[in-house]
């Protein structure tokens, strides 16, 4: 049981190039969740999904697009890089509520730095 | 909408001594209450929640926390830490949305 698994662990990317970070759960997780980590900003949700094929945007979903086409997958799209998008990038994943699903599990983080 | 504060963004302390990390939300529904710690270079890993119950939750690695809903604090604590306490650590609210607090640096010093 993998958990919570993400690819790339590091990037960096020139301004205006284009990448995609991949997410995957082993756990038959409903809900996916796209977060970035800046110092002293704690996580900001960029976007979430709460089942295969839906998508919603969080507090910071500017610059970034989701796709969620496998219930085990959740790709978070940058179309084209800007420096201030040089964060570390955490997905994360938790059952609905309904299931009693309320904490979520988290990958090890994606570093990604835009020159 | 709801929001985490956490009061202190660094905390040192020595080894073996007690430690108390603060976290108060705001919240105008039912809420759920968790701690989350990240040691360096990894994801988030959940300490302890509080759902409903007694109020006093334990979690792993020693750690307790105790929902005041008066105060609408949930503080955590250990009574003696270790060096590989060392970490940072998130307090993390789910109402309507899941917020995280901006986190504590705990530097545990030999």
């Known amino acids: 049981n993998a958990g919570v698994t993400q690819t790339p662990k590091f990037r960096v990317l020139k301004t205006g190039q284009s990448m995609t970070l991949l997410c995957a759960q082993d756990?038959?997780?409903?809900?996916m969740y796209w977060y970035r980590q800046d110092p002293g900003m704690g996580l900001r949700l960029i976007h979430y999904?709460?089942?295969?094929?839906?998508?919603a945007k969080g507090e910071v979903p500017d610059g970034y697009n989701v796709s969620r086409l496998k219930k085990q997958n959740f790709l978070l799209g940058l179309e084209s890089a800007a420096p201030s998008q040089t964060s570390v990038y955490f997905c994360?994943?938790?059952?609905?509520?309904?299931?009693?699903?309320?904490?979520?599990?988290f990958g090890p983080g994606t570093r990604l730095t835009v020159t | 909408a709801q929001s985490v504060t956490q009061l202190d963004s660094q905390v040192p302390v020595f080894e073996e001594a007690p430690v108390e990390l603060r976290c108060n939300y705001s919240?105008?529904?039912?809420?759920?209450l968790f701690w989350y710690v990240q040691y360096p270079n990894q994801g988030l890993q959940l300490l302890l929640k509080?759902?409903?119950?007694?109020?006093l939750v334990k979690g792993i690695n020693g750690f307790e926390a105790e929902f005041n809903k008066s105060q609408t604090s949930f503080h955590l604590r250990k009574p003696s830490v270790h060096i590989s306490d060392t970490a940072e650590y998130f307090c993390?609210?789910?109402?309507?949305?899941?917020?995280f607090g901006p986190g504590t640096r705990l530097s545990v010093l030999p």
């Open positions: 509080y759902l409903s119950g007694s109020t």
């Open positions: 994360a994943s938790s059952y609905n509520a309904r299931q009693g699903g309320h904490e979520q599990y």
């Open positions: 993390a609210v789910r109402g309507q949305n899941f917020v």
């Open positions: 999904s709460v089942g295969e094929g839906t998508t």
């Open positions: 919240s105008s529904v039912s809420v759920y």
């Open positions: 756990m038959n997780h409903e809900y």
